[in-house]
């Protein structure tokens, strides 16, 4: 079963400033709460996705996920 949800994501370009993106897109149970987690910034398997969608970045955090 997936999760419709919508995630944000604090995105650092190269020069160190940042913009929030927001995605919508189905995750699994299990990503879903790994993205509503406290301790989702010290997920590296997290950190490593959150990165691939925005390649060009610096840094990508998970800001928020809610379901829709």
């Known amino acids: 079963m997936t999760i419709k949800a919508e995630i944000t994501?604090?995105?650092y370009g190269q020069n160190g400033?940042?913009?929030i993106e927001k995605r919508t897109?189905?995750?699994s149970h299990q990503d879903f709460i790994a993205c509503t987690s406290s301790n989702?910034?010290?997920?590296?398997?997290?950190?490593?996705w959150a990165k691939m969608m925005f390649p060009?970045?610096?840094?990508?955090?998970?800001?928020?996920?809610?379901r829709l």
């Not at 989702?40 to 490593?48: A, H, M, Q, Y």
Request: hydrophobic share 35%.
């Open 17 to 19: 400033s940042g913009k």
């Open 9 to 11: 994501f604090m995105v």
């Open 40 to 48: 989702r910034d010290k997920n590296e398997s997290l950190k490593s």
């Open 25 to 27: 897109m189905d995750l």
């Open 56 to 66: 060009t970045a610096k840094d990508v955090k998970i800001q928020t996920a809610r």
